[in-house]
């Protein structure tokens, strides 16, 4: 059964910057493309960076400029840098396939930017 452990989280104040891992079980990782995911409170959740076996990679509009996803299949894990954090990038953080189907959710991360 694939596990997803999300880490990397914290609170900062707007500016700064996190770097979140993914660490990915299981021998699926190198042929997928990985995705991730944020859940603001009250909201549902949204995809804002996927990243393909090819790392080729998109991104939110909200994001884009600021966040850079990146994978490393030796260690099966998926990352995203987060800089220029604004209060609105507030929420959990999870990762997940980035294409067709869903693993069971992790547990997240959570990220605070205060203002």
């Known amino acids: 059964q694939v596990q997803l452990v999300e880490s990397g989280g914290g609170l900062v104040q707007a500016g700064g910057s996190l770097r979140l891992s993914c660490a990915v079980s299981?021998?699926?990782?190198?042929?997928?493309?990985w995705g991730w995911y944020r859940q603001a409170p009250e909201k549902q959740r949204e995809l804002v960076a996927r990243i393909t076996s090819a790392e080729n990679a998109n991104y939110a509009d909200s994001v884009k400029g600021r966040f850079t996803i990146s994978r490393d299949n030796s260690k099966k894990t998926v990352y995203l840098q987060m800089n220029s954090l604004k209060p609105e990038d507030t929420g959990v953080y999870y990762c997940n396939l980035g294409g067709n189907g869903r693993y069971s959710w992790g547990q997240g991360t959570q990220v605070t930017v205060s203002s």
């Open positions: 299981g021998n699926i990782f190198s042929i997928n493309a």
